[in-house]
């Protein structure tokens, strides 16, 4: 079974709607982060977590919430998708400043 | 302000020659650098990374060589497979302050290698 997980893996949505990316994690980290992938852009932070109590804005932060339930889960919302926000989305963990670890990603599409 | 710059954004290389990958940034207060590998349809993996303490780090066919005063890093790929086409990312870590522990990545490079 995959260390980190990502639902859905992929998503068609329409401009204005709420969408959720989840990420679930079995290592046992206390950091995670999300990101999103554009082409010639490379990973841009978006939003990291060292633990369930912490919650930091990243590098691109507008238009998008996160939630941390627990250690193993950290959710990130965009509560209303607009089409430049039509990216592939990862979810990755790390152990203190570890190397960090990736989930295989969400493909978004807002149309 | 792009910190960590990949110019190359791809490189095509014969099988079982030397893939030369480069990176260049420009904050000084980086003391950690990552290179991940992903595939088509898979999140990156990491691959070898590099202390700002040392010059070289090498993992079998894969080197990364470290250049501070140039603020530049390469990752050597000897010899080269086609199962190593895929996306490399260059990434770095800020020591220190509010920052540690994050990661500033690159744009990517692909890497084709040709049987």
């Known amino acids: 079974d995959a260390d980190v997980t990502q639902t859905p893996r992929n998503r068609i949505t329409k401009t204005g709607k709420r969408i959720m990316l989840e990420c679930s994690q079995t290592k046992g980290h206390d950091r995670m982060y999300w990101y999103r992938q554009d082409p010639g852009l490379g990973l841009r932070l978006i939003y990291y977590s060292f633990d369930v109590k912490d919650i930091n804005k990243g590098e691109i932060s507008d238009g998008y919430s996160v939630s941390r339930q627990a250690q193993a889960k950290f959710s990130l919302s965009l509560e209303s998708a607009i089409p430049n926000q039509t990216a592939l989305y990862f979810c990755?963990?790390?152990?203190?400043?570890?190397?960090?670890?990736f989930g295989p990603g969400t493909r978004l599409t807002v149309l | 302000d792009q910190q960590v710059k990949q110019n190359s954004p791809s490189l095509s290389v014969q099988e079982g020659r030397i893939s030369i990958l480069n990176c260049d940034y420009t904050n000084s207060m980086f003391d950690y650098f990552l290179w991940y590998k992903k595939y088509p349809a898979e999140g990156p993996t990491f691959l070898i990374s590099?202390?700002?303490?040392?010059d070289k780090n090498e993992d079998g066919r894969f080197t990364v060589f470290l250049n501070k005063s140039a603020k530049h890093l390469s990752l050597h790929i000897v010899p080269s497979q086609p199962g190593d086409s895929a996306v490399y990312f260059c990434a770095a870590r800020r020591a220190g302050g509010t920052s540690y522990g994050k990661l500033t990545f690159g744009q990517g490079t692909i890497l084709t290698v040709h049987p």
């Open positions: 990755a963990t790390s152990a203190s400043t570890d190397t960090q670890y």
């Open positions: 590099i202390s700002s303490i040392k």
